[in-house]
């Protein structure tokens, strides 16, 4: 039968206006796609580029002169730039696990139907998308209350849970028949069990979205860096760039006070060459997560 089917299949011939649909949508992809990569092409390309010439002729995509002086600043001292890729390769390690576990706990109590508070929790969870604290009191908090000064749960903690990536989640576990939590229960399964036994394999779609979204969060986060830690061995590799752009602009600064040429310092193409530096581990990452990703954000756009 499926022989047969396949072969009816193929003796299906297209219109000549499928046909013409179809080059067109394949036409706007591969000029969307294009469009998507130069602006990528031309960081990569311009992290090369001296400084001079990016100053007198612009940016290419390909390097005009070779130069590899935005990366000589950078890693001058390559145990800094190490040291803070380690610090947020940890943070984000641990902060995307805890987040995970954190958000999919809450998003299965309040899904819920039986737990009898689950309104009430999910009206508190939802108030604070309005109103918040404001960043002064968060810091209050934080500092005097926490006594989280110069410590890597300050930049742990604020990342780890976000009402959005919860409702997310409940969708996600919304979606899962009760028959299988209740056939659960009947076989004796406690809650425990149910929960990372039968609930967890099937979200793997919105683990893996919600675990994106928190890992960009934490490996983009050099905020929280900038307010709470003072020790340079603990700046994640964020705020290490940023403190190493800020370097760069106040030299440039003084020698410019000073009568000194800074023409070949660079500053363009060492912004570019930052962005290549943070990006590049997430660049590798994200093909893993892909087809995870797509069908996350897709959820509940078909209804019944």
């Not at 709470?228 to 410019?256: H, R, V």
């Not at 060459?273 to 078909?302: C, E």
Request: with cysteine.
């Amino acid at each position: 039968m499926a022989k047969e089917t396949t072969v009816v299949a193929r003796k299906i011939k297209l219109s000549r206006s499928s046909k013409f649909f179809y080059v067109i949508c394949y036409t706007v992809v591969t000029i969307m796609a294009i469009v998507c990569l130069v602006p990528f092409i031309l960081l990569i390309s311009g992290s090369f580029t001296s400084e001079q010439w990016i100053r007198f002729h612009g940016y290419g995509l390909i390097p005009g002169e070779f130069s590899l002086e935005a990366y000589n600043i950078i890693f001058k001292t390559p145990e800094r730039i190490i040291r803070s890729y380690g610090v947020s390769i940890m943070i984000t390690v641990i902060g995307t696990f805890a987040g995970l576990l954190l958000t999919t706990l809450t998003a299965y109590v309040i899904a819920r139907k039986d737990f009898k508070y689950r309104n009430r929790f999910s009206f508190f969870f939802y108030f604070t998308t309005l109103f918040n604290g404001g960043m002064v009191s968060t810091y209050i908090f934080y500092i005097q209350y926490l006594h989280l000064k110069d410590s890597y749960l300050a930049l742990i903690l604020p990342a780890m849970f976000n009402v959005f990536y919860l409702l997310i989640m409940r969708t996600f576990v919304a979606a899962i028949p009760e028959a299988l939590i209740e056939s659960a229960k009947i076989d004796g399964a406690g809650e425990w069990r149910i929960f990372f036994v039968i609930i967890l394999p099937l979200l793997k779609s919105g683990l893996a979205t919600i675990g994106l979204f928190l890992a960009l969060g934490y490996w983009n986060d050099w905020y929280n860096a900038m307010l709470y830690m003072n020790s340079e061995a603990k700046y994640p590799l964020q705020y290490m760039l940023y403190s190493i752009q800020q370097q760069t602009q106040a030299l440039a600064a003084i020698a410019g006070q000073a009568g000194i040429s800074v023409q070949n310092l660079p500053s363009s193409s060492l912004k570019l060459a930052m962005a290549v530096v943070a990006t590049g581990p997430i660049v590798i990452l994200y093909p893993f997560v892909q087809k995870y990703f797509v069908a996350g954000i897709t959820i509940g756009s078909v209804k019944g």
